[in-house]
């Protein structure tokens, strides 16, 4: 299986400040042959089912705000917050979809 | 706009099976070669995917679930299921049912059901 690690596990930014968070995958999630990395981003407020942020590392689903941007490849990722706001108090997950059992990150809680 | 429910019983009790089912609307699930997938979260924990399958009825599973699990679909009630063999505590958890979107998100899960909590207790 491809085992995900995610770090920080847990992560205090002041208002308006730049969140990093990390994600390490076990083996590369690029798939030579198109070029593509099978790496999403989700986002999860409590009581809530995840949402997806970003597919193919970087591609930003619509409605999702410009300050947050997914970067990396091969088997380091980055999902950064430029500027946080409230509503951006949330765990994120990163995923890989390159080969089944798909795999998630442990999670990192990003709060205030 | 499409849509996912899950449905079923949230208390089932050790040994018996966890059946629960995902309802589509807003759109067909055999419109397109969508991954239908279940997700479970236990409480305050991350995320296991169990399995998916696709329209045409072909499943793959997670193999850390040793067998117990099987995956359905019903296109004509727009619908797909999960069954859980032989629980345990340890399989109480929030089940979601998940699904892919077509191109480019077609490796993305960018529609989630708001998830059933299962207890698994006597």
């Known amino acids: 299986d491809i085992v995900m690690t995610q770090s920080p596990d847990s992560l205090g930014v002041s208002l308006g400040e730049r969140a990093t968070i990390n994600c390490r995958s076990s083996?590369?999630?690029?798939?030579?042959?198109?070029?593509?990395?099978?790496l999403t981003w989700f986002q999860q407020k409590p009581g809530q089912p995840p949402r997806l942020l970003f597919w193919?590392?970087?591609d930003r689903e619509s409605g999702v705000p410009d300050r947050f941007s997914g970067s990396g490849s091969g088997t380091n990722f980055t999902l950064t917050i430029s500027s946080l706001q409230p509503e951006d108090v949330a765990v994120y997950y990163c995923?890989?979809?390159?080969?089944?059992?798909?795999?998630f990150g442990g999670g990192t809680r990003v709060d205030i | 706009q499409v849509q996912l429910q899950e449905s079923g019983p949230g208390l089932v009790k050790p040994s018996e099976t966890l059946s629960l089912t995902c309802t589509v609307t807003?759109?067909?699930?055999?419109?397109?070669?969508?991954?239908l997938t279940w997700i479970r979260q236990p409480a305050g924990k991350g995320l296991e995917w169990l399995g998916r399958?696709?329209?045409?009825?072909?499943?793959t599973y997670n193999a850390s679930l040793n067998n117990r699990v099987t995956i359905s679909a019903d296109t004509a009630k727009n619908q797909f299921s999960l069954e859980l063999r032989s629980v345990t505590a340890a399989d109480t958890a929030v089940y979601f049912c998940?699904?892919?979107?077509?191109?480019?998100?077609?490796?993305?899960?960018?529609?989630w059901g708001q998830g059933i909590l299962v207890t698994v207790s006597s």
């Open positions: 193919w590392a970087s």
């Open positions: 998940a699904r892919t979107g077509k191109p480019p998100r077609d490796y993305a899960f960018n529609v």
């Open positions: 807003g759109d067909s699930i055999n419109s397109y070669n969508y991954h």
């Open positions: 083996q590369s999630v690029l798939y030579n042959s198109n070029n593509l990395n099978y």
């Open positions: 995923q890989q979809y390159y080969k089944t059992p798909l795999t």
């Open positions: 399958i696709y329209p045409n009825g072909r499943a």
